[in-house]
DNA sequence: TATTATTTTTAGGAAAGACTAAAAATAATA
DNA sequence: TATTATTTTTAGTCTTTCCTAAAAATAATA
């Protein structure tokens, strides 16, 4: 359908739309994709042949609708993958993204469905980032304190507030890192500490630990 | 390190040295890898420059050691990819080779460690082909009847001998088709009789069973 | 606003890997 | 062995994607 270098730039133009509002320029896409800005115009104007994105000269481009759709089914497939290397080959969150580059080219609609459900289709990468549904469409998310959730919601852990040593050693024991999901059985107005779900184990937590987890949420 | 053509080559130079013996002639390449005998004579000196094949004008090509262990790298590769196809993603046999063929030009070596051991250290593909080891080392096998293999012995299921709609109804009642790993667990002298062992079932087949199916076995 | 700096584009070309057409080896056959 | 057929190679191109160097457009500043 696409060739690799073709998926890679309407990738990397989608997460620049996503940072930055508005149109993405040339240099902006070079340093991102580490190339020249010569190479990223010849691109450029090839895709916009391909109406996969709008391009007038010396004004940056902006992906249409159809290369919208192209680029963030590159996005779940590469988040996809991360969630299987990440769960079933037991990488570490910071160790797949290289991996993931490469296998979010793979052309076969079938196998995505199936790998889909094989990991029980997930919301989130192991870096708390969304996955993209079969449309294409990418859930907006929040990211917030742990504290600020409410009773049957979910998180995916995507950093801490303060690093302490003690902090980080609690967390490991509790079998809490970046990518893990969270969810929220019980809340105790009162001291708003939280019964919480991690894989099989639900545990108590202190409204003091709560608050310092920070979790992305659909 | 390889270029993905580079690897087709080699991948395709090493089946058709185990096919036919001895070198191998640019029009077989060509034919196997669907190009133009020319492309293929490019090819062929830029590998024989990378002493990854042997090349003399006019005589055809022979893969070096080095060639053989990249080329039996990437067969490692694709029929790992297979059976995780298969046994985790639920493809049929048939739907796969299309697949690993992408698949198997991944880069990490650190992937394929984890994939055999998620998989168990198969030594067979979907197929009934062997799985090269991580040296390259392709162990050799030898197509028999089950009714040949003595006790403690494993075969993956290749094909049958006599295709009746009944054998073949027996056969998917018991879960058995092409790739189908069995072991026999105990033979009776006097009939040939055995107790073979199917995914986690354990049961009897007749003797005109063991007969009518093909297995590969190391 | 004139000048300088930055960004972007054009022009021309390189490497990889494919192709066609024609030439050169080798093989097969009369 | 001479001739024909087949296989293989060479020579010259094409496409994709990248590059460098120089030109053109836009933005920033005095």
Same mark, same amino acid.
């Given at each position: 359908m696409f060739t690799l270098a073709e998926e890679?730039?309407?990738?990397?133009?989608?997460?620049?739309?996503?940072?930055?509002?508005?149109?993405?320029?040339?240099?902006?896409?070079?340093?991102?994709?580490?190339?020249?800005?010569?190479?990223?115009? *010849?691109? !450029?104007?090839?895709? +916009? #042949?391909?109406?996969?994105?709008?391009?007038?000269?010396?004004?940056? =481009?902006? /992906?249409?609708?159809?290369?919208?759709?192209v680029a963030a089914n590159v996005i779940r497939k590469h988040r996809l993958w991360e969630v299987f290397l990440v769960e079933k080959?037991?990488?570490?969150? *910071?160790? !797949?993204?290289?991996? +993931? #580059?490469?296998?979010?080219?793979?052309?076969?609609?079938?196998?995505? =469905?199936? /790998?889909?459900?094989f990991l029980g289709s997930p919301d989130f990468d192991p870096h708390g980032d969304p996955i993209p549904d079969q449309h294409g469409v990418l859930k907006r998310t929040e990211k917030k304190l742990l504290a600020e959730l409410e009773k049957n919601q979910q998180g995916v852990c995507v950093g801490v507030k303060e690093s302490s040593t003690?902090?980080?050693?609690?967390?490991?024991?509790?079998?809490?890192?970046?990518?893990?999901?969270?969810?929220?059985?019980?809340?105790?107005?009162?001291?708003?500490?939280?019964?919480?779900?991690?894989?099989?184990e639900q545990f108590f937590i202190s409204h003091k630990i709560a608050e310092n987890l920070f979790v992305q949420t659909l």
């Amino acid at each position: 359908m696409f060739t690799l270098a073709e998926e890679d730039y309407l990738k990397t133009i989608f997460h620049l739309e996503h940072d930055g509002k508005g149109e993405v320029s040339t240099n902006a896409i070079a340093e991102s994709i580490a190339t020249k800005p010569s190479s990223v115009t *010849d691109m !450029v104007q090839k895709l +916009a #042949e391909k109406k996969l994105l709008t391009y007038k000269r010396y004004k940056g =481009v902006q /992906l249409t609708t159809e290369g919208k759709k192209v680029a963030a089914n590159v996005i779940r497939k590469h988040r996809l993958w991360e969630v299987f290397l990440v769960e079933k080959l037991n990488f570490h969150w *910071d160790q !797949v993204h290289e991996i +993931a #580059e490469q296998l979010e080219h793979i052309q076969s609609e079938e196998l995505i =469905v199936r /790998l889909d459900k094989f990991l029980g289709s997930p919301d989130f990468d192991p870096h708390g980032d969304p996955i993209p549904d079969q449309h294409g469409v990418l859930k907006r998310t929040e990211k917030k304190l742990l504290a600020e959730l409410e009773k049957n919601q979910q998180g995916v852990c995507v950093g801490v507030k303060e690093s302490s040593t003690e902090f980080l050693q609690y967390l490991d024991k509790k079998k809490i890192s970046i990518g893990t999901k969270i969810t929220v059985l019980g809340k105790e107005f009162f001291d708003g500490s939280m019964i919480i779900q991690v894989g099989n184990e639900q545990f108590f937590i202190s409204h003091k630990i709560a608050e310092n987890l920070f979790v992305q949420t659909l």
